[in-house]
């Protein structure tokens, strides 16, 4: 069972590939977290080299679609790391009319990456 611990405001300033990005947090109280590499939770993309690297782009560009720049809401995982020492997290859009949409769900609903558990 994952423990989710807290919710934190972030900008994403770059989209490494359709599992990795890097955020900037906001702590509260004025305190940031700057250039903070995430992995999404649950969920593989295609690598960006090698046999995989067309659907590799294809797969970062559509993550880049959804929140390069953008506001988001990271929902935290106890303090999880992957393999490389990224934090895995969950990260939910805020659409017009207000809903939440969780994007690691959304990408592998569009045929862009596929669950995987860590």
């Known amino acids: 069972m994952e423990l989710i611990l807290y919710h934190y405001k972030a900008k994403v300033t770059s989209v490494y590939d359709g599992d990795t990005c890097t955020v900037d947090i906001d702590l509260g109280i004025h305190t940031w977290i700057q250039g903070e590499k995430i992995r999404?939770?649950?969920?593989?993309?295609?690598?960006?080299?090698?046999?995989?690297?067309?659907?590799?782009?294809?797969?970062?560009?559509?993550?880049?679609?959804?929140?390069?720049?953008?506001?988001?809401?990271?929902?935290?995982?106890?303090?999880?790391?992957?393999?490389?020492?990224?934090?895995?997290r969950e990260i939910w859009l805020e659409e017009p009319k207000g809903n939440f949409v969780n994007i690691n769900d959304l990408i592998v609903k569009e045929g862009f990456a596929e669950y995987h558990k860590y």
Not at 69 to 75: A, C, S, T
């Open 40 to 88: 999404l939770n649950r969920i593989n993309a295609p690598e960006l080299r090698g046999s995989e690297k067309a659907k590799g782009l294809k797969s970062r560009d559509f993550l880049r679609s959804k929140i390069d720049g953008k506001e988001i809401v990271l929902q935290t995982i106890k303090d999880t790391k992957g393999k490389y020492g990224r934090y895995l």
